[in-house]
């Protein structure tokens, strides 16, 4: 197992950056392929970017495309969410999620495609 902590939360303006940490634990790091979704209230959770095990590809949901990126970092086992020109409908709880592990390295975008969760970091943007 994989055990998941976030960090990096805020309040910021909008047009303004945060970013985001995902510490894990247990496991080894490489193992997992990773993602940020977040959740807005009254809303479902949503893909925000995912990450291939050992870094090489990334994706992103069209509404943050130019503005966020994901790294990760194996020799820490940290993953990152750097984002910029922060807009309103980007406040939501962000979330950090690996899938089972040991899987082929991919990124990976579907809720169910992952099975361990951080419990969330709150981003609020005011405009």
């Known amino acids: 197992q994989v055990q998941l902590v976030e960090s990096g939360g805020g309040l910021v303006q909008a047009g303004g950056s945060l970013r985001l940490s995902c510490a894990a634990s247990?496991?080894?790091?490489?193992?997992?392929?990773m993602a940020w979704f977040r959740q807005a209230p009254e809303k479902q959770r949503e893909f925000v970017a995912g990450?291939?095990?050992?870094?090489?590809?990334?994706d992103y949901a069209n509404s943050v495309k130019g503005r966020f990126t994901i790294s990760r970092d194996s020799a820490n086992a940290a993953m990152y969410l750097q984002m910029n020109s922060l807009k309103p409908e980007d406040t939501a709880v962000y979330f950090c999620a690996a899938d089972r592990g040991g899987r082929a390295s991919f990124v990976r975008t579907r809720l169910d495609d992952f099975d361990f969760w951080g419990r969330g970091t709150q981003v609020t943007v005011s405009s």
């Open positions: 247990g496991r080894t790091f490489s193992l997992y392929n």
């Open positions: 990450i291939s095990r050992f870094g090489g590809s990334a």
